[in-house]
């Protein structure tokens, strides 16, 4: 059986981080040392010699993951992921945004879920609001991503979270107009990245195990990006609906009809588990399954 109550405990946040400003960047190009740092495990962390890929790794002493200085409230986020190859069964390789180490937090997370050589990556999402998730999607592919860097991107508004892959968005996760339990949108986020053994429950359901005669298992990334809005304490900005951010505005709340022929496809194509589906884990499914993504 899948184990689904696992959460990204490795959300960590190292105290400090907060403090720092680099206040105005929100958009070009963002290097590692100026945007991010390091959250454990610095040794399995390395950059090309031009400093514009980075690399995690994961053996058996330990994964290794990084954060962004800043928080920031809506926006959009992307980066290009290149997979750990070959056989990858049991290593997650996770992107996801959090906004701190409680147990209220809110999350958007991509996670990747590794496999036996010539057997499909699964890519999994999830929404926490308040601590709370167990909103699992898992899709797969349309390329092999671990033969190249592909685009993984989240646009948030206070209307809806899309998650891209490659421009393409494969889920939709809406809000409503009245308060509610299921869509974050008080809380600031770090953009995070990690690499970790989860191979109790990753690769069909902790069936395959992680192969460290393999190790190091090694993810990429490069062109991190975030047009978003950066949170600076004490001032809680990044709340009204300024007309000047391209992500508040009306086009940025709803699909365009090219997304909407693109989601079609994905949802006919691509969706290998929806929770808002699952009747057996949920005999009453969660409120936010009733509303539909196309409008
Ligand atoms: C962000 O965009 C503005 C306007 O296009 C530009 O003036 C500014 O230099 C850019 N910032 C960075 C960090 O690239
Ligand atoms: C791994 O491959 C198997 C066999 O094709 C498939 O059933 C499974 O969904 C794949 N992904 C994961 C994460 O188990």
């Given at each position: 059986m899948e184990r689904w109550a696992f959460s990204l405990v490795l959300c960590l946040s190292v105290a400090g981080f907060m403090a720092s400003s680099h206040a105005g960047q929100s958009n070009g190009s963002f290097s590692f040392q100026d945007n991010f740092d390091i959250m454990w495990a610095q040794d399995h962390f390395k950059t090309s010699p031009d400093g514009q890929v980075w690399y995690l790794d994961l053996d058996k002493e330990t994964g290794c993951g990084f954060q962004t200085r800043q928080r920031y409230r809506f926006g959009w986020f992307s980066m290009k992921l290149k997979l750990v190859g070959g056989d990858s069964a049991g290593v997650v390789t996770a992107y996801y945004m959090c906004s701190d180490t409680g147990p209220e937090r809110d999350e958007l997370d991509f996670e990747f879920l590794g496999n036996r050589t010539g057997q499909p990556y699964t890519i999994q999402t999830n929404v926490y609001k308040k601590g709370v998730g167990g909103r699992e999607m898992r899709h797969i592919l349309w390329?092999?991503?671990?033969e190249d860097f592909h685009t993984y991107a989240i646009l948030w508004n206070n209307h809806q979270i899309l998650f891209f892959v490659d421009r393409v968005p494969i889920r939709v996760y809406k809000n409503t107009d009245k308060p509610n339990d299921?869509?974050?949108?008080e809380k600031p986020m770090y953009m995070f990245s990690s690499i970790w053994n989860a191979d109790d429950w990753a690769t069909r359901g902790g069936l395959e195990k992680t192969d460290w005669k393999n190790a190091p298992f090694v993810s990429s990334y490069k062109d991190f990006n975030a047009d978003g809005c950066q949170w600076v304490d004490p001032y809680p900005d990044c709340v009204s609906t300024t007309t000047q951010n391209w992500w508040d505005q009306y086009d940025a709340w709803v699909l365009s009809d090219d997304q909407k022929k693109d989601f079609a496809w994905v949802e006919r194509n691509?969706?290998?588990?929806?929770y808002c589906k699952d009747n057996e884990r949920y005999p009453k499914l969660p409120d936010e399954c009733s509303i539909s993504p196309w409008d």
């Open positions: 390329f092999d991503p671990t299921f869509f974050p949108n691509l969706v290998i588990y929806d």
